[in-house]
């Protein structure tokens, strides 16, 4: 028996990170190759895609001392911008059309963000990515994640990092962190738990948006993610 994908539409969440592979900085043609490859996968299952990504392969501004928050901020979100480039040219040399979408108005490069015509993009079969976070300093792409899932109806947001799950702690300097398989809303904000920042992690929960937390580069994870299967974590009520 053939099966069946278990969500319609998703918001896949990736990070800068995640992006930059081996490399730590910059992009990685083979990661880039692969989460192209992988999204051609789901859509020909008849998923409806929108990607979210992160900066911080080429920009953290949370981690500069000496530049006011907002100016840091509006540099990350123009970080996100050249990934959703870099994307966009890699889902496009695997077939699919693909639209890019920017909170801050980029008229030459990119489509202002229109939620309606977002959603009419994915209805007719296009990848969008939204770039620019939210187009507003102090608000992470977690919270664009969130705040774009509940706009356009997703079913989930898969949340594609480097590490493979949420742990209680970090376990690159804690080998005995918890690893979950499950989790609430609820949990992940009492406990601080750091999948997502709190304002985002607070959206998810009250709209009721479950997340799924899986690690990008290992192959075939997406795939996995929309099947449902049980890899990384899931966050749900």
Same mark, same amino acid.
């Given at each position: 028996?053939?099966?069946?994908?278990?969500?319609?539409?998703?918001?896949?969440?990736?990070?800068?990170?995640?992006?930059?592979?081996?490399?730590?900085?910059?992009?990685?043609?083979?990661?880039?190759?692969?989460?192209?490859?992988?999204?051609?996968?789901?859509?020909?299952?008849?998923?409806?895609?929108?990607?979210?990504?992160?900066?911080?392969?080429?920009?953290?501004?949370?981690?500069?001392?000496?530049?006011?928050?907002?100016?840091?901020?509006?540099?990350?979100?123009?970080?996100?911008?050249?990934?959703?480039?870099?994307?966009?040219?890699?889902?496009?040399?695997? +077939? *699919?059309?693909?639209?890019?979408? /920017? $909170?801050?108005?980029?008229?030459?490069?990119?489509?202002?963000? %229109?939620?309606?015509? &977002?959603?009419?993009?994915?209805?007719?079969?296009?990848?969008?990515?939204?770039?620019?976070?939210?187009?507003?300093?102090?608000?992470?792409?977690?919270?664009?994640?969130?705040?774009?899932?509940?706009?356009?109806?997703?079913?989930?947001?898969?949340?594609?990092?480097?590490?493979?799950?949420?742990?209680?702690?970090?376990?690159?300097?804690?080998?005995?962190?918890?690893?979950?398989?499950?989790?609430?809303?609820?949990?992940?904000?009492?406990? +601080? *738990?750091?999948?997502?920042?709190? /304002? $985002?992690?607070?959206?998810?929960?009250?709209?009721?948006?479950? %997340?799924?937390?899986? &690690?990008?580069?290992?192959?075939?994870?997406?795939?996995?993610?929309?099947?449902?299967?049980?890899?990384?974590?899931?966050?749900?009520?």
């Amino acid at each position: 028996m053939e099966r069946k994908p278990k969500y319609k539409r998703v918001v896949l969440k990736i990070s800068g990170e995640a992006l930059a592979g081996a490399d730590r900085f910059g992009l990685n043609d083979d990661m880039l190759g692969s989460v192209a490859a992988e999204i051609r996968q789901i859509t020909d299952l008849g998923v409806q895609v929108a990607l979210v990504v992160g900066g911080g392969n080429f920009w953290r501004g949370r981690s500069s001392r000496n530049m006011d928050q907002a100016t840091a901020d509006y540099m990350g979100m123009l970080a996100t911008v050249i990934n959703a480039l870099a994307l966009q040219n890699a889902i496009e040399h695997v +077939g *699919l059309p693909t639209r890019v979408q /920017t $909170a801050i108005e980029m008229k030459e490069i990119a489509e202002p963000y %229109i939620r309606r015509r &977002a959603i009419a993009h994915l209805e007719r079969g296009c990848v969008v990515i939204f770039a620019a976070g939210t187009g507003n300093p102090f608000f992470s792409t977690d919270t664009a994640a969130a705040l774009r899932a509940a706009e356009i109806e997703a079913d989930i947001i898969l949340l594609a990092k480097k590490i493979d799950a949420v742990y209680s702690d970090d376990p690159a300097t804690n080998p005995n962190a918890t690893r979950y398989t499950k989790l609430t809303h609820r949990a992940v904000l009492e406990q +601080g *738990l750091r999948v997502m920042d709190s /304002t $985002a992690a607070s959206l998810c929960r009250d709209n009721h948006i479950p %997340i799924h937390v899986f &690690a990008l580069e290992e192959p075939g994870n997406v795939c996995k993610a929309i099947y449902g299967e049980a890899i990384g974590t899931i966050i749900d009520d």
